[in-house]
């Protein structure tokens, strides 16, 4: 009887190790743009708009801009902001490196003049019987 108790709650700590131990559904980066950053770089990441233009937000469908920067330049400026935080905040405490890197390949090298960055849009859920 001891055996079959020992390995049942082997098993039951296994089973409350893997749902603990499972990643985090990945965030919505589209959804992040939407809420931190379209306010200076407009919702189709080229700044165009009236505050965006008033902000100097950067412009992410320039050409020009996408070439002469790097990822790592970007992730870097996502994660540390631009001025000591005054020009543009970081976003450290709400991204990871690699939610980072995911934004500027996602999003910022995305971005087309015209097309708004909207979050995906959810899947519906499936009906249990």
Same mark, same amino acid.
């Given at each position: 009887?001891?055996?079959?108790?020992?390995?049942?709650?082997?098993?039951?700590?296994?089973?409350? @190790?893997?749902?603990?131990?499972?990643?985090?559904?990945?965030?919505?980066?589209?959804?992040?743009?939407?809420?931190?950053?379209?306010?200076?770089?407009?919702?189709? =990441?080229?700044?165009?708009?009236?505050? =965006?233009?008033?902000?100097?937000?950067?412009?992410?469908?320039?050409?020009?801009?996408?070439?002469?920067? @790097?990822?790592? @330049?970007?992730?870097?400026?996502?994660?540390?902001?631009? !001025?000591?935080?005054?020009?543009?905040? =970081?976003?450290? @405490?709400?991204?990871?490196?690699?939610?980072?890197?995911? !934004?500027?390949?996602?999003?910022?090298?995305?971005? +087309?003049? =015209?097309?708004?960055?909207?979050?995906?849009?959810?899947?519906?859920?499936? +009906?249990?019987?």
């Amino acid at each position: 009887m001891n055996t079959i108790m020992t390995v049942c709650a082997l098993f039951l700590a296994a089973g409350v @190790s893997l749902v603990f131990a499972a990643e985090p559904a990945p965030k919505d980066l589209r959804l992040f743009y939407q809420s931190n950053c379209a306010r200076c770089h407009g919702a189709d =990441g080229s700044a165009r708009d009236a505050q =965006g233009k008033s902000m100097k937000g950067q412009d992410f469908t320039e050409a020009r801009w996408r070439a002469d920067s @790097s990822d790592a @330049s970007m992730v870097k400026v996502i994660l540390k902001g631009k !001025f000591f935080g005054l020009a543009m905040p =970081g976003f450290r @405490s709400q991204l990871t490196i690699e939610e980072s890197q995911r !934004f500027v390949t996602e999003i910022i090298r995305q971005a +087309v003049k =015209g097309k708004a960055i909207e979050p995906e849009p959810k899947a519906p859920e499936a +009906v249990q019987p």
